[in-house]
T-cell receptor, first 113, second 112 residues
Framework: GAVVSQHPSRVICKSGTSVKIECRSLDFQATTMFWYRQFPKQSLMLMATSNEGSKATYEQGVEKDKFLINHASLTLSTLTVTSAHPEDSSFYICSATPYNEQFFGPGTRLTVL | QKEVEQNSGPLSVPEGAIASLNCTYSDRGSQSFFWYRQYSGKSPELIMF????GDKEDGRFTAQLNKASQYVSLLIRDSQPSDSATYLC????????????FGTGTRLLVSP
């Protein structure tokens, strides 16, 4: 199957700093990638749809100025959590659909102190 | 009412038994239905998807869909301890994998 990677796998930062998470499709081109967030014991919640070469589409309730998404190439999408706060601590997962299946990255555990 | 509802569990079954996982959804317009397995701290991996009413079998797994009742289930035959994980149900209004809506998942524990 297709491989999606994420970097870093785990990050701890101080409140107020910005954190960038990378999502890469390793063996296919992805015009669309998705960003999810998962809090402990809760469901994956779609945050935004990342479109190569255009602006991301954010789900209702997700602050686009806080969660900046850049899909600069067909293999890379980045999510930047700006001015992170403890309530942003979560498991962030990206995914892509090269064909008839959605493949998930391994996730990034963000802890904001 | 949540869009996709699952019993959080845990559902405990002995090794070799059949595990039955259930999911209901609220949007009658949903067209495609998915079951993902998620181990603790890991990302989800697809087990099966189903579009049409009835049963779909893949190895030890069987997905069952009843659109009239807005109900989808996953049966795991000959359960193994390695099947212990959280099983996520997801739905989509379209026949594809875009913009999935996930349930909170059911934790399955298979005891040796």
């Amino acid at each position: 199957g297709a491989v999606v990677s994420q970097h870093p796998s785990r990050v701890i930062c101080k409140s107020g700093t910005s954190v960038k998470i990378e999502c890469r499709s390793l063996d296919f081109q992805a015009t669309t990638m998705f960003w999810y967030r998962q809090f402990p014991k809760q469901s994956l919640m779609l945050m935004a749809t990342s479109n190569e070469g255009s602006k991301a589409t954010y789900e209702q309730g997700v602050e686009k100025d806080k969660f900046l998404i850049n899909h600069a190439s067909l293999t890379l999408s980045t999510l930047t959590v700006t001015s992170a706060h403890p309530e942003d601590s979560s498991f962030y997962i990206c995914s892509a659909t090269p064909y008839n299946e959605q493949f998930f990255g391994p996730g990034t555990r963000l802890t904001v102190l | 009412q949540k869009e996709v509802e699952q019993n959080s569990g845990p559902l405990s079954v002995p090794e070799g038994a059949i595990a039955s996982l259930n999911c209901t959804y609220s949007d009658r317009g949903s067209q495609s239905f998915f079951w993902y397995r998620q181990y603790s701290g890991k990302s989800p991996e697809l087990i099966m998807f189903i579009y049409s009413n009835g049963d779909k079998e893949d190895g030890r797994f069987t997905a069952q869909l009843n659109k009239a009742s807005q109900y989808v289930s996953l049966l795991i035959r000959d359960s193994q301890p390695s099947d212990s994980a959280t099983y996520l149900c997801a739905v989509n209004r379209d026949t594809g994998f875009q913009k999935l809506v996930f349930g909170t998942g059911t934790r399955l524990l298979v005891s040796p």
